[in-house]
């Protein structure tokens, strides 16, 4: 217990020091609440619409990418740092491994390219209306209106 007390202090300074500044700062700053204020921050943009309107699955799709990417680094400097000084057997079996690794990471970026995860045009994607512009007819309609003529 003894050769972690220094640690034991100083993560007690730490929290104390992280909670000290979060009370002094409500304590001491200002309190005047505005409408300007208390109105959600969109990039200095006006909100549009409600809150509670669905994402475009876009987002998502960026999310797993970044894990893709994300856990593809932890894995793979992992087993770097222990595959240069290892025997012979594992080096053997961690590389078939690393091949299967590998084989479902480019089948996670082939779906992710696939799906258009990385194609962020939105006038493709998004109804017009949410552009601001006015409203296409449907284009069966459309294509039904062109035969008929």
């Known amino acids: ?33 505005t409408p300007y204020k208390a109105s959600p921050y969109e990039c200095g943009v006006e909100p549009i619409g409600d809150a509670h309107e669905r994402f475009p699955i876009k987002f ?8 893709l990417f994300d856990i593809e680094v932890v894995f793979l400097w992992s087993w770097m740092t222990v595959f240069k000084n290892a025997d012979t057997e594992f080096m053997v079996f961690s590389f078939f491994e690393f091949l299967a690794y590998m084989a479902t990471w480019v089948l996670g970026y082939v779906y992710a390219v696939r ?8 006038t493709t994607s998004l109804a017009p209306e949410k552009l601001g512009l ?16």
Request: net charge negative; with cysteine.
């Open 60 to 67: 998502y799709l960026v999310a797993i990418i970044f894990i």
């Open 115 to 122: 799906v258009g995860a990385m194609d962020w045009d939105e």
């Open 1 to 33: 217990m003894q050769e972690y007390l220094g640690i034991l202090v100083l993560m007690g300074f730490a929290a104390f020091l992280c909670g000290a500044l979060v009370t002094l700062s409500w304590f001491l700053g200002p309190k005047k609440f």
């Open 134 to 149: 006015p409203a296409e007819p449907d284009r069966i309609d459309a294509i039904f209106a062109g035969s008929a003529q």
